[in-house]
């Protein structure tokens, strides 16, 4: 059966609670949303399982993917699924490489959108006018953001056949219309 964001929702309820996690869910969810719509995919799916891709993440931070597997397949999560959640660890903490556009998408949104929400988070309007030239400046910037692993983004983006440029746009479209709900209104409001 097909994961529905409203299922991706239910399953996160209990083990992702803390706000800035259910933030960073939603900025993952929105970017993927764009993601599947630039390669003509199921927005709502791709949505689904970015708003999914940390549900272990804040009752083991430190075995992060290790008890994701086994829950959401009796949950009844396609295995698919699973397979790119848990690509979105590759190297970092799991061995499986993505190899779908949507796995693709997902590792390298993950990293990216946290750039974005950093810079947006500083500026007066948000994210409403976050230009892409001032995007890449922090990008180039490691010390901006510095937890964001740029090598992850440009690796991924690599994967994608995508120019980082390209697909910080995706995600910064993606995530504007959200932007009160991502707390990404600005400084002014
Ligand atoms: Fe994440």
Redesign the pocket.
């Known amino acids: 059966m097909k994961l529905t964001l409203e299922r991706a929702k239910e399953l996160n309820r209990d083990n992702v609670t803390q706000e800035h996690l259910i933030i960073?869910s939603l900025n993952?969810c929105y970017a993927m949303g764009a993601m599947a719509k630039h390669f003509g995919a199921d927005e709502e799916h791709w949505m689904a399982v970015g708003y999914l891709?940390?549900y272990d993440?804040e009752k083991y931070p430190d075995e992060h993917l290790k008890h994701t597997e086994q829950p959401l397949l009796e949950a009844g999560v396609d295995p698919e699924d699973v397979r790119a959640i848990l690509s979105?660890g590759w190297e970092i903490c799991t061995d499986v490489k993505p190899e779908t556009d949507m796995e693709k998408s997902l590792y390298t949104v993950?990293e990216l959108t946290g750039i974005i929400q950093a810079c947006a988070r500083m500026r007066p309007n948000g994210i409403a006018d976050l230009e892409l030239k001032s995007f890449m400046k922090k990008f180039k910037d490691k010390k901006f953001a510095a937890k964001c692993n740029r090598e992850v983004i440009k690796k991924g983006c690599e994967l994608l056949g995508m120019e980082v440029s390209e697909a910080a746009r995706i995600c910064i479209d993606g995530m504007r219309p959200h932007a009160a709900e991502i707390g990404l209104q600005g400084t002014q409001g």
């Open positions: 960073h993952v891709h940390d993440y979105h993950d």
